[in-house]
């Protein structure tokens, strides 16, 4: 299984960027599937969590601005970045729980991470 992110750049304050992050090999399902973000010399955080049935959750920093989707039948999941802040810049992961074909559970996977920067 490999999760391909794209989208991530440099933008103003107050700029958007678009997270895209495509799930690709033998899959059966896949459950959850969102995005954290880690800074050098930090812990990995969510940021947005969105489960096979659309429910979805948001880190407090995020709320109001980020909206994440997911189109499962590209097996993608997004990230719309609104109103972004200089604090936003990071390092973004995709995430996705997935069952493989022929496995009986799901798995944790992670994508490469998408530097996104917010700067003047």
């Known amino acids: 299984v490999q999760l391909q992110a794209s989208g991530g750049g440099l933008v103003q304050p107050g700029g958007s960027l678009r997270l895209s992050c495509v799930a690709s090999?033998?899959?059966?399902?896949?459950?959850?599937m969102g995005w954290y973000r880690q800074a050098p010399g930090k812990q990995r955080e969510l940021v947005a969590l969105?489960?096979?049935?659309?429910?979805?959750n948001y880190a407090d920093s995020v709320k109001g601005r980020f909206t994440i989707s997911r189109d499962n039948t590209k097996n993608t999941v997004y990230l719309q970045m609104d109103g972004l802040k200089p604090e936003d810049t990071d390092v973004y992961y995709c995430?996705?729980?997935?069952?493989?074909?022929?496995?009986?559970?799901?798995?944790?996977?992670w994508g490469q991470g998408t530097q996104v920067t917010v700067s003047s």
């Open positions: 995430y996705a729980n997935i069952r493989l074909g022929g496995d009986l559970y799901a798995s944790d996977y």
């Open positions: 090999g033998s899959i059966f399902s896949i459950r959850d």
């Open positions: 969105i489960s096979g049935g659309g429910s979805r």
